[in-house]
């Protein structure tokens, strides 16, 4: 979620000592403070500073301190050391962000503007303290989406980044351009929401995208036998009852089919960490893996909306004027996903982002929980 209160945050700066091998310590911290925040960016541009202060100035210490102003809240980033020039503070705002030989796709300037905020560099002259302050807009605890409960439609959101790092994946199409590479596009149904817990896949669906085509006509869409009756809420939400499940073919004989559709393509899914961990948990008994890239449209938005506090299937939908039809079947969520993955890829390019490669890479770096299940 994009929203995190403070207790978020400071245990995200106590993390950028063990990250950066940098002594840190906490001054003034004001915990009645919420804000609404992608916290995962704004502690990269946290430790941005940090490094820099390290590596260009020598810095052995930094403070952090989290203070209420009025409407805003100070983050301060505080030192001792020579002071900066106004060119240095300037570029550094301004550079690519660049850590551990990885860089960010947002400059330190992106990352507090899309956060409605202002950084700026001061001296204390009295204590010969220096420091950067951020200033953020403050919130109010009953404006987070933590406290208000999913609707019945929505499934739990998973971020398992093992999505990137599969036995069997190839890095080897990472270099070629998104807009030169077949995609199939799928979603499954499930009896439930608790994969490791017995529910099983009822229904597949996927759709093809080649040269930046969605291509309705060829399809893949198939009912599974769950052997297992489906949770009441799930038939609600999907129309799927137990009868129409009877006689359809076994799970082992639907992926092997289902493979084979997808061959030599780059899977995209909504929320795909859901769905792999269906498709994960049948390898052993029916021998068949998906070994593909996986892109997720879930994660693509995050990195494309980082402000948005939706990156559901419909929030996005409706920020990109598509018509949501056919939801909750497989199908009709997979052509969905397909048309708004064709929407974003010029999207991801405006921000450098424009082969598989650089899609993975952005989607590992986006501030989203890592939920383990």
Request: aromatic share 8%.
């Amino acid at each position: 979620m994009s929203d995190d209160y403070e207790g978020s945050i400071v245990q995200r700066l106590g993390r950028i000592e063990s990250k950066l091998a940098l002594p840190t310590k906490l001054e003034t911290v004001d915990e009645s403070i919420w804000l609404n925040v992608d916290s995962y960016s704004l502690m990269q541009a946290v430790a941005y500073l940090v490094t820099r202060l390290r590596e260009e100035f020598g810095i052995r210490e930094v403070r952090f301190a989290l203070e209420a102003a009025g409407p805003l809240a100070h983050l301060d980033v505080i030192w001792t050391g020579a002071p900066l020039g106004t060119e240095t503070t300037m570029a550094w705002q301004t550079d690519a962000m660049e850590m551990g030989g990885e860089v960010c796709p947002l400059t330190l300037k992106q990352i507090i503007e899309r956060h409605n905020g202002e950084i700026w560099y001061q001296i204390h002259k009295a204590s010969h303290r220096e420091f950067f302050r951020i200033a953020i807009p403050v919130t109010k605890p009953e404006e987070s989406p933590w406290n208000v409960p999913l609707p019945g439609e929505s499934r739990p959101e998973f971020y398992d980044f093992d999505l990137f790092h599969q036995p069997g994946q190839s890095t080897e199409q990472d270099s070629r351009p998104l807009t030169a590479l077949s995609y199939t596009v799928f979603d499954t149904e499930t009896t439930g929401l608790q994969p490791s817990q017995g529910d099983e896949i009822v229904s597949v669906g996927a759709v093809r995208i080649v040269n930046g085509r969605l291509l309705e006509h060829e399809v893949f869409e198939q009912l599974v036998d769950p052997q297992r009756d489906m949770a009441p809420e799930a038939s609600r939400i999907t129309g799927i009852e137990n009868s129409m499940l009877e006689n359809q073919p076994t799970i082992d004989r639907v992926l092997p089919a289902f493979r084979s559709f997808c061959e030599d393509t780059v899977l995209v899914a909504h929320n795909a960490a859901f769905d792999m961990r269906f498709l994960r948990l049948k390898e052993e008994a029916t021998g068949v893996r998906f070994t593909q890239p996986i892109l997720d449209t879930l994660l693509l938005s995050a990195v494309i909306h980082p402000q948005q506090e939706s990156h559901g299937l419909e929030a996005i939908a409706e920020r990109m004027g598509i018509n949501p039809i056919g939801r909750h079947t497989a199908l009709g969520d997979a052509i969905m996903t397909g048309e708004i993955f064709l929407r974003m890829i010029p999207l991801l390019a405006q921000q450098g982002i424009r082969t598989l490669g650089e899609a993975r890479e952005a989607s590992q770096k986006t501030y989203l929980a890592r939920v383990e299940y």
